[in-house]
T-cell receptor, first 114, second 115 residues
Framework: AQSVAQPEDQVNVAEGNPLTVKCTYS??????LFWYVQYPNRGLQFLLK??????LVKGSYGFEAEFNKSQTSFHLKKPSALVSDSALYFC????????????FGSGTRLQVQP | EAGVAQSPRYKIIEKRQSVAFWCNPI?????LYWYQQILGQGPKLLIQ????????DSQLPKDRFSAERLKGVDSTLKIQPAKLEDSAVYLC?????????????FGQGTRLTVV
């Protein structure tokens, strides 16, 4: 079985400060990891993915994520937060064997204060 | 490139009634997914199609939910009869390939309220 844990329901950060949204996973085989963002009344938008290679992956809107195999983590980061980054963020995983659909975490609400 | 289209955007029905949702995936995308997102939770897979065949429907409540993807393009998801706990956003997604490294693209969803 595959699963994702997002331990924080909400993360608050001041505009201009760095942000981190945490994600840990469990999967059989090698993981494929994804981050999505959801704005109010909108569908999920793809941000970035880790498949293989460099542990630091860069994505849309200045976001990046660091894959750590030993800690089974894939934390989302941004060096300088914007108010417009305020949204709901979902981490998702699928393995390279067995079930191929994405399994999502419960989501973390990011609130960036001006 | 046009995105995943879903309709309707909103639907309110009484319990025990039936409802259907429609999805048109991105052109050329062979894989189509239906997810259920209950308020405050992450999306949960209901069913996955590869072209017009079902790949995974292990979490679909088959006593009341059904889905089809005729001709391997559009898809419909039906609930009959609806229960109060079916109130959720139903998200359709598609991806180019079935392989695990391909991201899925999501529609805006259909918000269902069962009263």
């Amino acid at each position: 079985a595959q699963s994702v844990a997002q331990p924080e329901d909400q993360v608050n950060v001041a505009e201009g400060n760095p942000l981190t949204v945490k994600c840990t996973y469990s999967v059989s085989g090698n993981p494929y990891l994804f981050w999505y963002v959801q704005y109010p009344n909108r569908g999920l938008q793809f941000l970035l993915k880790y498949i293989t290679g460099d542990n630091l992956v860069k994505g849309s809107y200045g976001f990046e994520a660091e894959f750590n195999k030993s800690q089974t983590s894939f934390h989302l980061k941004k060096p300088s937060a914007l108010v417009s980054d305020s949204a709901l963020y979902f981490c998702a995983v699928r393995g390279d064997t067995g079930r191929r659909a994405l399994t999502f975490g419960s989501g973390t609400r990011l609130q960036v204060q001006p | 490139e046009a995105g995943v289209a879903q309709s309707p955007r909103y639907k309110i029905i009484e319990k025990r009634q039936s409802v259907a949702f429609w999805c048109n995936p991105i052109s050329g995308h062979a894989t189509l997914y239906w997810y259920q997102q209950i308020l405050g939770q992450g999306p949960k897979l209901l069913i996955q199609f590869q072209n017009n065949g079902v790949v995974d429907d292990s979490q679909l409540p088959k006593d009341r939910f059904s889905a089809e993807r005729l001709k391997g393009v559009d898809s419909t998801l039906k609930i009959q009869p609806a229960k109060l706990e079916d109130s959720a956003v139903y998200l359709c997604a598609s991806s180019l390939l079935r392989t695990g490294d391909t991201e899925a693209f999501f529609g805006q969803g259909t918000r269902l309220t069962v009263v």
